[in-house]
């Protein structure tokens, strides 16, 4: 649950911001958790030579001749250009006849090509490249003349057919694709509290895993597997746990999104919206050659707008009303408050005596205000994401990291005590297992 729970983790950064509350409870993409594998070349070399045996090759060559191959020292493995390559120390004995010919030092070199099956196993193809330098063209054995290379490169397929299952073992082994990627599957499918305080639980729905293709390079073997999963955040009682499906096979693909998306709405309470304009309405005087002082404010819902209501004291003594609504601008991915405009359908006499207040500057306060107000709360969420995501240690091999790359926005509803934003949160998330 390790893994699972510090995922959880970054998703409640979203939950711990004072505007985000609540879960949309619709998801419009699926998220992509990133999990990477890696082993060194050296750790697999380690592995062979502790596995290889002595003995590679004893029986009969091309001539009638006779051929032995000991190995004569470590394993050197090397990984470039998605290839494992293997240099193999070697003595070689060759015979013809009554006639034997005295050790000869060469090396036997392999390159490695290494795929998973959809059944999470490794499967290795090896292809003979060569001996290194030392040996001679010809060599005299008795009454016959051999060439020692075509004679070690008749036997190489016995060679490849006792190294390549060592190989796919040892890989396995190291590896483990399905012990590392099994337990995470099968706990996604439980919720995860991700806060306390607002009783906020993960809810993750995996679909499937893919795969990039092995890389080797830089003397690593790595791989990229994604856990594709719908994510919901549920506030309340813990969500019953989905039925846990089995492990499916691998889907293989040439690269994957590894973006994760978490659409949730972001909820802006009229409370807070009221913190915000205090300082700027209460107690303000407005106005040039008439004056008005805000006394008293508030805010609420009707048909889909917000109504700021105000009590003023001054050149006009009694209740203003102000209405608006959020825009959203797709082309900047905001929301405006562009038209907040004074509720006229009650307003009396005040549209006969008192136009000066249509024209003050009253209206562009609260609307500059109210603008503000959404930017800084969206990029608070934003920041504090991005810094929560840098860099997470599950344990002494295993780290989480993410990014926050973007916040795109939907539609706003005007609900009975807050705005509500369908915001959908984008960017980087992996596991890392060194």
Known sequence: ?????????LLAVFLLTSTICE????VSKPSTINLKIEASAADLGNLLNKSVKKDLFKGQGGFGTSVEILRAGPIAVTAANDFVYLSIPVQLTFGYGMFTTGPLKTDLRFKAKITVMPNWRLKTELYYTGLSDGLSDSL?????????KSLVEDVTLPVQRLLAPIIDIKLNDTVRLRDKIA???????????????FSAWLELSPEKIVMSPLSATNNRLRVSIGLVTAAEIIIGPKPASLPARPLPQIQQLANFDNQFHIQLTAN???????????PILLNQTFGDDKKITIRSFNLKSKEGKLVIELSSTGDFDGELTLITKPIYNPQSNSFTFDNVEFDTRHAGFLVGVGGWLFNGTIRNVIKEKLNATIVDQLASVRLKASAALARIQLAEHAELSGTVTSLSLGEAVVDADRLSLQVAAQGESGISLK
Do not use: E
């Open 268 to 278: 802006i309470f009229f409370s807070d919206l009221v913190t915000a304009l205090n």
């Open 140 to 148: 005299r054995l008795g009454v016959v003349t051999v060439n020692p």
């Open 1 to 9: 649950m390790h893994h699972i729970r510090c995922l959880a983790s």
């Open 183 to 197: 337990p995470l599957w099968h706990d996604a499918f439980t919720p995860i509290l991700v806060d306390k305080k």
């Open 23 to 26: 879960a949309s409870g619709n």
